[in-house]
């Protein structure tokens, strides 16, 4: 099992930057991709940026080019730098991992808040 904790959150102006992080505890060599999702009130939780052990990253069209994603295995950390953020990034933003096996399991964080006033 893994656990997960985000941190970095806060409140930014718009075109300003965060850096979120996210650190994995417990079997975390069983982690076969991780992921940043946000979920703002009211709406579902979508997928913003993945990365997968090969290092391959996608990237959700609404923050391509404006976010990286990046993960180090070693400390088993995982981060998410922002820029240009923009009001609409409002959001909280979770981290996911998922599991490796035959039956896989989605590991999630508490979330950490990001508010881009204007």
């Known amino acids: 099992q893994v656990q997960l904790v985000e941190s970095g959150g806060g409140l930014v102006q718009a075109g300003g930057s965060l850096r979120l992080s996210c650190a994995a505890s417990?079997?975390?060599?069983?982690?076969?991709?991780m992921a940043w999702y946000r979920q703002a009130p009211g709406k579902q939780r979508e997928l913003v940026a993945q990365?997968?052990?090969?290092?391959?990253?996608n990237y959700a069209d609404s923050v391509k080019g404006r976010c990286t994603i990046s993960r180090d295995n070693a400390k088993n950390t995982m981060s998410l730098e922002m820029n240009s953020l923009k009001p609409e990034d409002t959001a909280v933003y979770y981290c996911?991992?998922?599991?490796?096996?035959?039956?896989?399991?989605?590991?999630w964080g508490q979330g950490t808040q990001v508010t881009v006033s204007s």
């Open positions: 990365i997968i052990s090969g290092g391959i990253t």
């Open positions: 417990g079997s975390a060599s069983s982690i076969s991709a």
């Open positions: 996911y991992a998922r599991s490796t096996g035959y039956i896989k399991y989605d590991y």
